[in-house]
């Protein structure tokens, strides 16, 4: 089933059509955990909407089954975690790093990791103010960024179960997820705070005698790296004492994993970029590059289903046949959108993304397998894109526009983000040589006919 | 207490098995939400935006846990060829059955975009999502085949048939099963969570040879058509279902509702593997004090609260349309103040 029709992004109703089609051995073919019972996710989009993700009623998706999978699993990560819970696994929240402490938290057995603050896409799936209103009452300001939801589901206890440790990062991150986490804090739940240095290159006037460098080629100074491989030790420890397991050959082995990972959408990515028509979509592909955070709560099925995706794109590849069409401009996209809509808009107006900094740049670089592990991850984190100047976080957008791959830039602010309104200026000075186009992003149904205005303005000026 | 949960959250929470704030309650509020509105019932069940607007309203009025898109269960026999009267303050009434005038062989599945009153229904179903469905859950009621069968014939006759006719039976459920799977369909893209109703299939009407034979295969072969989707299936039987509880989990439902059935030998029969909705007697809704109301809805929550599974405050059958006000208010505030799981 499926498989001889042409790519395309189809609607809800569509997407339920082609559902009916699906046998019911298909359907139960997928499962989370392995379970029969309440593992399986292949459900058309129609069955998320009628529990609440309103947004999909709007949202085109791709056809494929592979893109099924892959929206089935995404979606129903709250109720996979409850049913972690159930099944007496651990639930480790990892908060504000965006990609390292759930390679140290998944070396434990029964494990599961996963990023509350993520709750920042819940309101606009469901094109709701149910969360951000909630945090406004608990006193969070309403001019504060959406990732204030997340406060609002600590509180609620709804959209995850309540994590058996919380790890939270703070220091070089942002700012109004700090203060949040602080406010979780102060709700009763106890965090294990880490702290994330500012990354610097080699300056006179500083008093650091020996620089290192990532193998992505970033510098950083060399007790950084001391100072997190602590910080990790204290994940570490704090891991052991809530399982009284902890085997240092498993962390090997889970660096091995997310790397696996991490290779597969680094190929996935290399493959629709550089394909002369996009064989998939830029907000599956969105959905694709945040599950290397943590797998989404599954790093195993979630694997699975990137191979699959993997082989359908290598099949539009080879026949030619994309979602796009082939004169789509093409587009770098800077900071991740919260409204998923705003990508489906910019390819309905003739946009194609064929490059992307999601602020996750520490999540998508291999992690060295042949130190030790500690270090490699200290190593890795260095990469992380909001932790450096502007000019590092975006050097491989940079280098995209040099050489003449992107023909517009898009940075999406978030209301209320201070990093966000800083940083669009400079990244704007950064990249003098092509167009950009900032679009602040309004809170849930508030894309507007003069937001979609300005961006197919901004397409017919690049053609 | 404050409630901290939405109805949406609560009901999530619910069907994969954790404990809610407090219990759920939803009474069946159907067509009682016309008088909330002091909406003429026939403006109600021929007018989806009316409808829609009715349920609103008593949601504002009530503050329960889910709008219950329904009028009567005849709407999908409607759609198939029975004719009915509007009145103008009742509920459609049956005038002449589809198969008094057809072979069954003879009536088309119907298309719920266009024919009878299946639009009103859907219309109904998106303008409530619209509006609060990022909030409250969207009960959509589809007459399950059985109760869509005998809407379809003479209700005398068509008992008769169910000894005497199998096959002409059975011929009329598979006609009614696609037509309410295609209504079903139509009724999740609109963004409504089906529930099933069969209200006469309940062994105050059949027996439960009859409803082995013809009412439980049906039912569950919607239930597992919406299993496809990973949906939670509400069935509601009506009446007296006493012999025939064990039964019921065989339908395959993830939640049973109940109507006069004792609700303790139900919860030890039931709710090791169903959530269990129920089951307030309705008529004590329309001629109870409020004080005796809250009272009896009172010891349902605390017996009830400790279904393994989980469990929904409801009442038994629909809320009735007339039903004092008050009345409703004091069993929607006795179950919410007695049902709390969370310290």
């Not at chain 1, 891991?239 to 498993?250: C, I, R, S, Y």
């Not at chain 1, 590092?392 to 957008?397: A, G, M, Q, S, T």
């Not at chain 2, 989990?249 to 509702?257: C, G």
Request: glycine share 6%; net charge negative; with cysteine.
């Amino acid at each position: 089933m499926l498989k001889n029709i042409d790519p395309q992004k189809i609607s809800l109703k569509e997407w339920s059509r082609q559902f009916r089609l699906l046998d019911d051995s298909e359907i139960r073919r997928f499962k989370y955990y392995n379970n029969d019972e309440w593992g399986i996710y292949l459900s058309p989009p129609a069955t998320f909407m009628v529990y609440g993700a309103r947004e999909l009623r709007k949202l085109k998706l791709d056809n494929s089954l592979a893109a099924l999978r892959l929206w089935g699993f995404a979606l129903n990560e709250s109720e996979r975690l409850f049913r972690a819970r159930q099944s007496g696994k651990h639930i480790i929240a990892t908060m504000g790093d965006l990609g390292t402490v759930p390679v140290i938290a998944m070396a434990f057995p029964d494990c599961i990791p996963f990023y509350p603050d993520c709750t920042w896409w819940t309101p606009f799936f469901n094109e709701s103010t149910v969360l951000l209103d909630k945090a406004s009452e608990l006193g969070t300001p309403e001019a504060s960024c959406f990732v204030r939801s997340t406060l609002a589901a600590f509180h609620k206890m709804a959209y995850f179960p309540k994590p058996d440790i919380l790890f939270a990062s703070t220091g070089a991150s942002c700012d109004d997820y700090s203060c949040i986490m602080q406010m979780v804090e102060d709700m009763g739940f106890e965090l294990n705070w880490l702290e994330i240095p500012f990354r610097r290159k080699k300056q006179d006037h500083f008093t650091d005698e020996k620089y290192a460098r990532t193998p992505q080629g970033l510098d950083y100074p060399e007790r950084f790296e001391t100072y997190l491989i602590n910080e990790y030790k204290h994940v570490w420890q704090r891991m052991q004492d809530l399982t009284n397991d902890g085997d240092p050959e498993k962390l090997g082995e889970s660096i091995k994993k997310n790397n696996r990972l991490r290779r597969l959408v680094d190929q996935i990515k290399a493959l629709t970029h550089g394909a002369k028509i996009a064989p998939f979509p830029a907000l599956e592909m969105m959905v694709i590059e945040f599950g290397n955070l943590y797998g989404y709560a599954d790093i195993d099925e979630w694997i699975d289903i990137l191979e699959m995706v993997k082989s359908k794109i290598i099949d539009r590849v080879k026949s030619g046949n994309g979602v796009l069409d082939s004169d789509a401009i093409p587009l770098a996209w800077i900071t991740p959108t919260a409204d998923p809509l705003l990508l489906n808009i910019v390819e309905d107006l003739g946009g194609r993304v064929v490059a992307t900094e999601y602020v996750i740049n520490q999540a998508l670089s291999e992690i060295e397998e042949d130190i030790d592990p500690f270090r490699a991850l200290a190593r890795s984190f260095m990469n992380a894109s909001l932790i450096g100047s502007t000019e590092e976080r975006i050097r491989h957008i940079s280098a995209g526009v040099d050489s003449g791959r992107i023909a517009g830039v898009i940075i999406t602010n978030m209301l209320g983000c201070s990093h966000c309104a800083m940083e669009t200026r400079a990244i704007e000075k950064r990249l003098k040589n092509v167009p950009i186009l900032a679009i602040d992003i309004p809170a849930p149904l508030g894309i507007t006919e003069q937001i979609r205005t300005r961006i197919a303005a901004f397409i017919e000026m690049l053609k | 207490m404050t409630d901290i949960l939405t109805p949406r959250e609560r009901f999530g929470l619910l069907v994969i098995d954790e404990k809610p704030d407090r219990c759920n309650t939803i009474p069946l509020i159907t067509s009682h939400a016309a008088s909330v509105r002091g909406m003429k019932l026939r403006d109600y069940y021929t007018n989806g935006e009316n409808m829609a607007r009715a349920q609103i309203a008593a949601i504002e009025k009530y503050g329960h846990d889910a709008i219950s898109i329904f009028s009567e269960v005849g709407i999908i026999a409607e759609a198939m060829g029975t004719e009915f009267d509007y009145p103008e303050n009742d509920l459609p009434i049956q005038r002449i059955p589809a198969l008094e005038k057809k072979d069954i062989n003879d009536i088309e599945i119907p298309v719920p975009t266009s024919d009878a009153r299946l639009p009103v229904y859907l219309e109904a179903i998106e303008y409530a999502y619209d509006a609060l469905g990022d909030r409250v859950p969207i009960l959509a009621y589809i007459p399950a085949p059985f109760t869509t069968g005998m809407m379809l014939s003479e209700p005398n006759r068509f008992l008769i048939q169910t000894i005497k006719e199998p096959d002409h039976v059975k011929a009329v459920m598979e006609k009614s099963l696609a037509a309410a799977i295609e209504l079903c369909y139509h009724a999740i893209d609109a963004g409504g969570l089906p529930i099933i109703v069969d209200p006469l299939a309940s062994s105050s009407v059949i027996s439960p040879r009859a409803y082995r034979q013809y009412a439980l295969p049906y039912e569950r072969k919607l239930v597992d058509f919406l299993h496809r989707y990973d949906l939670d299936v509400i069935l509601h039987i009506c009446g007296d279902t006493t012999p025939i509880l064990d039964l019921l989990k065989e339908t395959h439902a993830d939640l049973i509702s109940i109507d006069r059935v004792d609700l303790t030998d139900t919860i030890k029969k039931l709710s090791s593997t169903v959530r269990v909705i129920g089951n307030y007697d309705t008529s004590l809704l329309a001629f109870s004090s409020p004080e005796e109301i809250a009272s009896g809805v009172r010891d349902m929550v605390k017996l009830s609260m400790q279904a393994p599974k989980g469990y929904i405050a409801a009442t038994g059958c629909e809320v009735p349309i007339h039903a004092p006000f008050d009345n409703v208010m004091a069993f929607i505030n006795a179950a919410k103040e007695n049902g709390w799981y969370w310290d």
